[in-house]
Structure formats: C-alpha cells, structure tokens
C-alpha cells in the first residue's frame, strides 16, 4: 500500500495545499485523508491515481497475489 502522503513526497515533496490546487477536492480533505479522519470517495480516488500515475490497487493496499 502506498499512502498519499508518500505520493506527494515522491512528487518533489508536493504539499497538500499543491495537491489540491491539482486535483480539485479541498486541502481539508487531504489533510482529513492523510490523517485516517475519512475516507477518500471513489471519484477523488480516481482523481489520485490519474494524477500520481498509480493504481487504485496500490492506493488501496489491495494484493491480488494467492498464496
């Protein structure tokens, strides 16, 4: 699982305020986000992954991998 606060960091330490002024949802949301507050809605999580180039498997922490 990669988590948005590591996502930003990898993109030249991005801010939150940053990450809003790109993906359009409130810096209160991201910071909501980021501190397990709420939950991301399907749509901004789409937003998040289109713009970091991730899967939403990866955001998620969701392994598909059977042992």
């Known amino acids: 699982m ?4 590591e996502l ?3 993109n030249d330490k ?8 790109e993906i ?8 909501r986000w980021e501190s397990n507050i709420y939950s991301a809605l399907a749509e901004n999580i ?3 992954c289109i713009y ?3 899967s939403s498997d990866d955001l998620l922490g ?5 042992s």
């Open 2 to 5: 990669i988590t948005i606060a």
């Open 8 to 10: 930003r960091t990898r």
């Open 14 to 21: 991005m801010t939150q305020q940053q990450l809003d002024d």
């Open 24 to 31: 359009k949802v409130g810096v209160d949301s991201v910071r």
């Open 46 to 48: 789409r937003k998040i």
């Open 52 to 54: 970091f180039d991730v």
């Open 62 to 66: 969701i392994n598909k991998k059977i």
